[in-house]
């Protein structure tokens, strides 16, 4: 079993920042993919970044330009810095694992809340 930990959510101001961590329990560096993924309030949990097997990034389009995914795969961890945040970033975040071999993120943190005040 994987566990993800993630740490860096909190409270801050629109315009503000934020970086995200997530902790492995094992290496990062064999899976197809790392996620970050969140959920707002009355809405469905929605991917906002991944990086796929070597450094090949995705995000989604309310995200880009202002949100950047990163890796250490010497310390199994990924980093979502978030720029430029507006309050619809408001939210609990998820850090998620899709090993190669299956068709989703199968492994799942317990989230972080972001919250953006205005």
């Known amino acids: 079993q994987v566990q993800l930990v993630e740490s860096g959510g909190g409270l801050v101001q629109a315009g503000g920042s934020l970086r995200l961590s997530c902790a492995a329990s094992?290496?990062?560096?064999?899976?197809?993919?790392m996620g970050w993924h969140r959920q707002a309030p009355g809405k469905q949990r929605e991917l906002v970044a991944e990086?796929?097997?070597?450094?090949?990034?995705h995000y989604a389009d309310s995200v880009k330009g202002r949100f950047t995914i990163s890796r250490d795969n010497a310390k199994n961890t990924v980093y979502l810095q978030m720029n430029s945040l507006k309050p619809d970033d408001t939210g609990v975040y998820y850090c998620?694992?899709?090993?190669?071999?299956?068709?989703?993120?199968?492994?799942w943190g317990q989230g972080t809340q972001v919250t953006v005040s205005s």
């Open positions: 990086i796929v097997t070597g450094y090949n990034t």
């Open positions: 998620a694992m899709f090993p190669w071999g299956t068709r989703q993120y199968d492994y």
């Open positions: 094992r290496s990062i560096f064999s899976v197809y993919a």
